[in-house]
């Protein structure tokens, strides 16, 4: 089975006082060992279960276990700044999934910014850490922000599509905000949503979210919310 993963992340947008950079890499160490396929297969299991949320004066991170995985990497950090080592918050065991952040560069978190944050599973070869994948990054709003509020669930019009080869439709979806008085971030730190398909032999799905019907069989397209929120949208193709 394979996965694409369609991630797009934008900036500039003057509507935003946060300077938002490029994700960067911190964890580089990486082998020729898991090949590409197995990487993105990874993936998507690591965002299926992703959920970001902050409340009191936590960041709670959760993610999808990879069977092979012996430790995850979080890392956490302000949005325009770049991720670095003290963004690390190490998982040292492979059937942990979910951790509480309670600091962000060694010090407590400013509830007034943004944050951003992912999730990279590991193994260990002789000794070295070797990544077997990594989540999308996920942006998050800190509670006492007075112009955003974060993403508690996502809703699509249509759960599941039947479609011939060669059909497209296109997945409608829209988020619910945990304040009905705040908006949600814009797209200078990523789109409001990102899409996934579980099985690209089976069907494609386009950074807009639309689905193009290619073999038959079934396969899942996910879509993503800002803070990985997820929603499984089922495709059988005929």
């Known amino acids: 089975e394979e996965v694409v993963i369609t ?16 994700d960067t890499d911190v964890d580089s160490e990486n082998e020729e060992i898991v090949s590409a396929a197995e990487q993105e297969k990874n993936e998507l299991v690591l965002n299926a279960k992703l959920k970001v949320s902050q409340t009191g004066s936590n960041i709670n991170v959760q993610w999808g276990k990879v069977a092979a995985a012996d ?15 003290a963004s690390l918050n190490a998982v040292n065991n492979g059937k942990v999934t ?9 010090k407590k978190l400013d509830l007034k910014k943004n944050y951003k944050v992912y999730v990279l599973a590991y193994k260990l070869v002789n000794g070295k850490k070797v990544t077997l ?18 993403v508690k669930s996502v809703k699509v019009k249509k759960s599941s599509y039947s479609l011939k080869i060669g ?15 705040k908006k949600q971030l814009t797209n200078a730190h990523a789109k409001e949503f990102r899409y ?5 032999k089976v069907a494609i799905v386009s950074a807009k ?20 929120y997820a929603k499984a949208v089922k495709v059988t193709v005929k």
């Open 133 to 150: 994948g990594k989540t999308i990054t996920a942006h998050i709003v800190g509670k006492n922000n007075t112009r955003y509020t974060n």
């Open 209 to 228: 979210g639309k689905i193009t019907a290619v073999g038959k069989g079934t396969c899942v397209v996910y879509v993503y919310a800002r803070n990985g």
């Open 196 to 200: 996934a398909t579980s099985n690209k």
């Open 167 to 181: 059909r497209t439709a296109t997945i409608k979806a829209k988020t619910i905000l945990v304040s009905k008085n």
């Open 7 to 22: 991630t797009i992340y934008e900036s500039g947008d003057e509507d935003d006082n946060d300077d938002v950079d490029e």
């Open 98 to 106: 979910k951790i509480t952040v309670k600091k962000v560069n060694g």
């Open 71 to 85: 430790g995850y990497s979080v890392y956490v950090q302000y949005c325009g700044k770049k991720f670095t080592s």
